[in-house]
């Protein structure tokens, strides 16, 4: 039986997670960076007495509680970072988790362009242009 590599996506740095390798990396965004930077896409509600937000693009899927991830970021090792589900948004503070780097070879990572984060890229699109004729 003869393996065949696996094909690199057309846009690595679009994925969220790449096992091209022993170790396994993925896309985690902070949710702490959210509330710290007042990210529009960020929602919040009261439910049992608690306030839980979210993000409204689904980045990353859970519900926290807002008083929970504050208390945690007054700790020394704040509340760290939580899975993307999607492409991280420029605003999103965003890093790349490879989850058993002892398993790194000689060759190193075979997908280089998947840690490529959306830095630089702009926070919105422009699609109709106003102007004089």
């Known amino acids: 039986m003869q393996r065949t590599a696996p094909e690199l996506p057309l846009r690595p740095q679009d994925e969220v997670e790449c096992d091209r390798c022993a170790v396994h990396c993925e896309k985690v965004v902070y949710?702490?960076?959210?509330?710290?930077?007042?990210?529009?896409?960020?929602?919040?509600?009261?439910?049992?007495?608690?306030?839980?937000?979210?993000?409204?693009?689904?980045?990353?899927?859970?519900?926290?509680?807002?008083?929970?991830?504050?208390?945690?970021?007054?700790?020394?090792?704040?509340?760290?970072?939580?899975?993307?589900?999607?492409?991280?948004?420029?605003m999103c503070r965003s890093a790349v988790d490879r989850c058993y780097s002892h398993r790194d070879d000689e060759i190193g990572c075979r997908n280089p362009e998947f840690a490529e984060l959306p830095v630089g890229e702009p926070t919105f699109k422009v699609f109709a242009r106003v102007g004089a004729q």
């Open 31 to 90: 949710p702490a960076a959210c509330v710290a930077r007042s990210c529009p896409f960020l929602y919040a509600y009261e439910a049992f007495g608690h306030t839980y937000v979210g993000c409204m693009q689904k980045v990353y899927a859970v519900e926290i509680d807002l008083h929970l991830l504050q208390e945690a970021e007054e700790a020394a090792r704040g509340f760290g970072a939580i899975r993307a589900l999607k492409k991280p948004l420029p």
